[in-house]
T-cell receptor, first 114, second 115 residues
């Protein structure tokens, strides 16, 4: 069975600092990987996804993530945090092929300090 | 393009009562999902429809939860009777065809409080 672990339920960074949100997965086959963001009282929005090809994936709002098979990781980064990045971030996995079934991590709440 | 619509946005009921949630997916999207998001946790898939057929309902508590997607468009999720542990946000999502590479688009959710 697949599972996702997000290290750190809360992360706090200063405005302008590097954002690093950690995601590790467990899967019997290399999965497809996703990062979603959830702003207060809103649904989830896709930031980026890795399916095949280049392991460094660029997404919206300046975020990027790198798929590292040897480390079973898909960490999310952004070079310089903005106040508008404050939200909850979810990493998710899905088996490649067939119907999509997302398994989500527990989420990381990102706080940006002025 | 209009997004995924859900109603109501908030619902408060007493335990043992029944409740229903409604979802209107993005036009033309064949696949519709219902998720349960308990406070402090990630969303958990309850049921997945492909057009009006069920693809996966393995995590749906079928003794109290039911869902339907008539005509392959709108969907309703019902809980009867509700328990305290059903307090959660219920998210509806849709995707074009439901393939593993698809993007799921989420609605704003319905926040259910069971007293």
């Amino acid at each position: 069975a697949q599972s996702v672990t997000q290290l750190g339920s809360h992360v706090s960074v200063s405005e302008g600092a590097l954002v690093l949100l950690r995601c590790n997965y467990s899967s019997s086959v290399p999965p497809y990987l996703f990062w979603y963001v959830q702003y207060p009282n809103q649904g989830l929005q896709l930031l980026l996804k890795y399916t095949t090809g280049a392991t460094l994936v660029k997404g919206i709002n300046g975020f990027e993530a790198e798929f590292k098979k040897s480390e079973t990781s898909f960490h999310l980064t952004k070079p310089s945090a903005h106040m508008s990045d404050a939200a909850e971030y979810f990493c998710a996995v899905s088996d490649p092929g067939g119907a999509q079934k997302l398994v989500f991590g527990q989420g990381t709440r990102l706080t940006i300090n002025p | 393009e209009a997004g995924v619509a859900q109603s109501p946005r908030y619902k408060i009921i007493e335990k043992r009562q029944s409740v229903a949630f409604w979802c209107n997916p993005i036009s033309g999207h064949a696949t519709l999902y219902w998720y349960q998001q308990i406070l402090g946790q990630g969303p958990k898939l309850l049921i997945q429809f492909q057009n009006n057929g069920v693809v996966d309902d393995s995590q749906l508590p079928k003794d109290r939860f039911s869902a339907e997607r008539l005509k392959g468009v709108d969907s309703t999720l019902k809980i009867q009777p509700a328990k305290l542990e059903d307090s959660a946000v219920y998210l509806c999502a849709s995707s074009r065809v439901g393939q593993s590479t698809d993007t799921q688009y989420f609605g704003p959710g319905t926040r259910l409080t069971v007293l």
